[in-house]
């Protein structure tokens, strides 16, 4: 098939590697959905209409048919194609087509003049084939079993090798309708050619009717490229070969990383070779500061002959380009405390919540609304006001704040300012991170010895006791500098999982107090302008369960903005810990409350999962490996409880930390959700 080439401007350093055609790793356009790149699939005609205003139609091409009943050779197919992207990983050339299934004397297949027509009403518009194109009368066509047309796209996958033909993902297909489609796009095609299923209810009629097919999942494992957040940076290319080089990361560093870690410091841009969730930590930080990220296959061994060099580099949604600095470019810079800035949040622009340390009562979740942010901030707040909102078929484990009052009589009273005074005149606490951690990670021990009064601890003991029975609980977070509109601080304070006794429970409330000085946490804070001394920890001590599922979802599409209708849903089998980390790639759907389609882009293969462990803590168990996470049901419900957290909080989109107990949806979090690009 054809490929077209496409000029740049001299300078530019594109990537290009062998697939089955060659894929040039650099940007060639720019009209293609970040969407698109994520389901594997071409760009809807119908949503760039909705971006860029109506387009009109191209006129007749002297040299193309309106339609040929049959493409009988690589030359048919290439003269009725449209191409998204070419010369890039994303390249796609299609042919929509139709199938009259009411033709006489038998169902007449059309395949379409794409850059003339580019939508199928268009072609039976003009054609006369279905003069009365009102909405109601083609939606029939993708609705009903008893419909005249069956409306398709014949592509060609260049990362697999060989053509699909697919529908919209919220055609609702059934089982004679697919056999109709699969006999006629055979018999009037030139090469051998499969379905491409674009739902769950597409693979469901596959293996029904057993014809073959290819997932929207198995053509996302093939990708050399996927968009995480699009975007333009300006760094040092630094190739990081294992977690050890991560802390040693700088501001303006553009990291190139062999693995996903489970925290980054703030750099200028990321590029992994690994593949992640869109909710795995590393990939919230980077849509929180605003900067470019993505998943590039061999990316350290396609970048390190860059490493230490200076480069610009833009992330987009066909592909990326690094471009090396000139060295006038490179004199031109601004100092690193402006490109720090640049880095992150705008310094002042996320804003730690004004502590109220008048309230030294531990308050049960009950209490708890949004306005006690104040005392025990946003995330218990936002965890009592899901249970007063009372969404049906959900409930909110029990427990209780300890409010921010606790944590600073503490703190003063072993002289924390003073500490902290003394670390950063430490010689070169300022610039050399290893430094920095050194430094940290001894307060944070010092923090874990200091002793709590008495009283206070006997006061958490007496809440455990009473409120929650003495049973297991998780000792959480909920700082005045987390889960806020301008700034989430996902994964940068300590959890301290299934806690069961008394003394325990002391342990890790300090344990959680003194992640205040995580490392990521301390840089994150800096990049985003929160002072050391403006950040208070509460903690919020919760009942314990032992989840059948867990997992995140956000309540839009994270990779278009434009996609309001869309819950994304990650998920894995036993307690959520590690559906954020990042590391093994989670079960991850979307759900489409306009086509009311579920789209698949990964199935967790794990066969393990974390469950509570009698004795304290968690525990790794085997499970069935292979079996799906999530069902159809209990997606459709997740998306239903996600819309209703999302009113709950004034329309504002929420990413959600959820958990299943037998049939019972359990909310465990709920917090704004963030995403910069620059």
Known sequence: MKNENNTRPAGEVCFQKRWPALLALCIAATAAVPAAAQLARKPSYYQQQNQQGPAQPHGPRPTAPSSLPALRSQGDFDQLA????????????????????KAKPAPRTYYIDTPRYQLHVRFLRDTRLLPNTIKREIDR???????????????WQQNIGAFTYEFWEGDRLTAPLLRQADAQVKA???????????????????????????????LIREQPYLPMNVGTATGRVRVVDDESGINALLPDDIAVLRQVPLS???????LTERPSTALAHVNLLAKGWGIPNAYVRDAATVLREHAGQWVALKVAASGYQVRRLTADEIAALPPRAVRTASAGATPGGAKAIEPDLRETRLLPLASLRARNSAQCGTKAANLGAMQAARIPGTSVPDGFCVPFAHYDRFMRANGLG?????????????????????????????????PVDAATAASWRAAWQSQLGGGGVFVRSSSNSEDLPGFSGAGLYTTVPNVKTGDALETAVKKVWASVFNPEAWEARGAAGFGAESVLMGVF??????????GVMITRDPFDAGHAHVTYISAKRGIGIRVVEGQRVAEQVMYSSWSKAIQVLSRSAEDTALQLDKDGG??????????????????????????????????????????????????????PYVERRR
């Not at 001590?541 to 867990?550: E, G, K, R, W």
């Not at 239903?640 to 959820?658: C, P, S």
């Open 82 to 101: 449209r191409v998204y992207d070419a010369g890039t990983p994303m390249q796609l050339a299609h042919v929509l087509f139709v199938v009259d299934l």
């Open 141 to 155: 066509n993708y609705l009903v079993p008893d419909r005249r047309f069956l409306f398709g796209t014949l592509s």
């Open 188 to 218: 009037s095609f030139f090469a051998p050619v499969k379905l491409k299923t674009n739902s769950t209810l597409h693979e469901r009629i596959a293996r029904e009717t057993g014809i073959d097919y290819v997932s929207q999942e198995a």
């Open 264 to 270: 980054l410091p703030p750099v200028a841009g990321v």
């Open 418 to 450: 003073e500490r902290i005074a003394r670390m950063q005149q430490q010689p070169g606490f300022a610039s050399d991170p290893k430094v920095r951690q050194k430094a940290l990670a001894q307060l944070r021990d010092e923090i874990v010895q200091w």
């Open 541 to 550: 001590v919760q009942t314990a369960i032992d989840s059948t599922n867990a």
């Open 618 to 671: 968690v525990k790794e168990v085997p499970v069935e490996a292979g079996r799906n996470v999530l069902t159809d049901e209990l997606v459709v419900r997740l998306a239903n409880v996600g819309a209703a957290v999302k009113r709950t909080f004034n329309a504002v989109d929420q990413d959600i930390e959820w958990a299943t107990v037998g049939d019972r949806i359990v909310l465990l979090q709920a917090r």
